[in-house]
């Protein structure tokens, strides 16, 4: 069992629609960290949040923090069909232990 | 770019021979880490570096041993290769605590 679960694990949705991803645990995270994978390529960082309900907005993307720190949640409005791509999430546990959840893949029909 | 090198990008070994798979930066960040990345996985943590010669264990560390004897360089071992360490494996570096990490390109390893 990964420390940190996203849910849906796949979501195919048309171009135009919003959609939302989770990212939940039981543990107390100082940060989490947002990544997007595309085939071939390493991870890339979207945002990082710090504070307990803290949102952060990236054009169409939402990022937000909860209260506790244990979850976070990326919303995407309007999705278009570059969104498409594998989507992760990351904290930092035990000092430096950087740690993924088992992440999203997302596909936007045109 | 941040320059971070992984080599060899692809190999094909037989089971129970070893395989070192490294990764260079140029960016003297102190931490370093190794990732594999399976279908439904995500990425697993094997090992991680916080300084040289400093190194611990990550969650799925069973069969593997790393080394880092310079900031630059991040060893990773299969002393004996199996099946189920088919994956493709990642090195990431970052500069500290709730900094942004940066990936490598990726190492394919195929064991037969």
């Known amino acids: 069992t990964q420390l940190l679960e996203q849910s849906p694990q796949f979501l195919s949705i048309q171009e135009g629609e919003n959609l939302t991803v989770y990212c939940n645990s039981s543990s107390v995270f100082s940060s989490l960290q947002w990544y997007r994978q595309e085939p071939g390529e390493g991870p890339v960082l979207l945002v990082t949040?710090?504070?307990?309900?803290e949102v952060k907005k990236l054009k169409r993307l939402t990022f937000q923090f909860g209260d506790a720190r244990k979850d976070s949640s990326l919303h995407i409005t309007a999705a278009q069909p570059g969104d498409t791509g594998l989507y992760l999430c990351?904290?930092?546990?035990?000092?430096?232990?950087?740690?993924f959840g088992g992440g999203t893949r997302l596909m936007v029909k045109p | 770019d941040a320059g971070i090198t992984q080599s060899p990008r692809h190999k094909v070994t037989e089971t129970g021979t070893p395989v070192t798979l490294r990764c260079h930066q140029t960016?003297?960040?102190?931490?370093m880490y190794w990732y594999r990345q399976d279908p439904g996985h995500g990425l697993r943590l094997i090992h991680y570096?916080?300084?040289?010669?400093?190194?611990d264990k990550g969650e799925v560390s069973d069969g593997y041993s790393v080394s880092r004897s310079k900031t630059e360089d991040f060893l990773l071992t299969l002393e004996s290769a199996t099946s189920s360490q088919t994956s493709v494996y990642f090195c990431a570096i970052r500069s500290g605590f709730n900094t942004e990490a940066f990936f490598g390109q990726g190492t394919r390893l195929t064991v037969v």
């Open positions: 570096s916080y300084g040289v010669k400093d190194t």
């Open positions: 990351a904290g930092d546990i035990a000092g430096n232990m950087l740690t």
């Open positions: 949040v710090v504070t307990g309900g």
């Open positions: 960016e003297n960040h102190r931490y």
